[in-house]
């Protein structure tokens, strides 16, 4: 099915690891996002992208660093994970100028111990 | 800033009744604004998406309202249903400068309706 797909769906990490949570999407959709979901806290946009080779912080950045080589593809990267990263991971997408709206998808949920 | 808030926080109503779900927004420079609706340990699906041009839109038992002027949206839903307990969440995109096309949530209102 056509969507944004994210990879993987759980992850469970110790304080100091590293690792990358991969987003694809098959619309040929120019900008991407990734936000977290914490209780209380609601969606937050971490970084984001313009189209392929660009990228963009959001509002909460540190920690994270993000990559868009392929226009399909915006991978977000923990270089050293802290407890505070604990969270679910959205990716989404959208055309440029948004008049379409936002595909989101379905999300990782990161737990860091 | 915009911030984007919505009330209420949670909402419980038996089968049947039609509910409204309201959303505020501070910043009227908004290029749309999009209802989604988040079902426990799930993604974001995808309601009803309003352009800052238009007044309302609707789908199906679902009908959202837009008045960008005084920062408010609605999101009505009529005969609700069991099936319709979820999360429902409101977001605005921005419309220019370094806020184009980034979405600006609200923190949601959890619906349960009771059979």
């Known amino acids: 099915n056509a969507g944004v797909t994210q990879t993987p769906k759980f992850r469970v990490l110790k304080t100091g690891q590293s690792m990358t949570l991969l987003c694809a999407q098959d619309m040929n959709h120019e900008y991407m996002y990734w936000y977290r979901q914490d209780p209380g806290m609601g969606l937050r946009l971490i970084h984001y992208?313009?189209?392929?080779?660009?990228?963009a912080k959001g509002e909460v950045p540190d920690g994270y660093n993000v990559s868009r080589l392929k226009k399909q593809n915006f991978l977000l990267g923990l270089e050293s994970a802290a407890p505070s990263q604990t969270s679910v991971y959205f990716c989404?997408?959208?055309?440029?100028?948004?008049?379409?709206?936002?595909?989101f998808g379905s999300g990782t949920r990161l737990t860091v111990v | 800033k915009q911030e984007v808030t919505q009330i209420p926080a949670a909402l419980s109503v038996p089968e049947g009744e039609n509910l409204v779900l309201n959303c505020s927004f501070t910043d009227s420079a908004i290029y749309n604004l999009q209802w989604f609706r988040q079902d426990p340990g799930k993604g974001l699906t995808s309601l009803l998406l309003?352009?800052?041009?238009?007044r309302e839109q609707t789908s199906g038992r679902l009908n959202a309202s837009l008045d960008k002027s005084s920062g408010r949206s609605t999101l009505y839903i009529a005969a609700s249903q069991p099936g319709d307990s979820a999360t429902y969440l409101c977001a605005v995109a921005g419309d220019g400068g370094t806020s184009y096309g980034k979405l600006t949530f609200g923190q949601g209102t959890i619906l349960t309706v009771h059979p």
């Open positions: 309003i352009q800052s041009s238009q």
């Open positions: 989404a997408s959208s055309y440029s100028g948004t008049w379409n709206g936002y595909t």
């Open positions: 992208s313009v189209g392929e080779g660009t990228t």
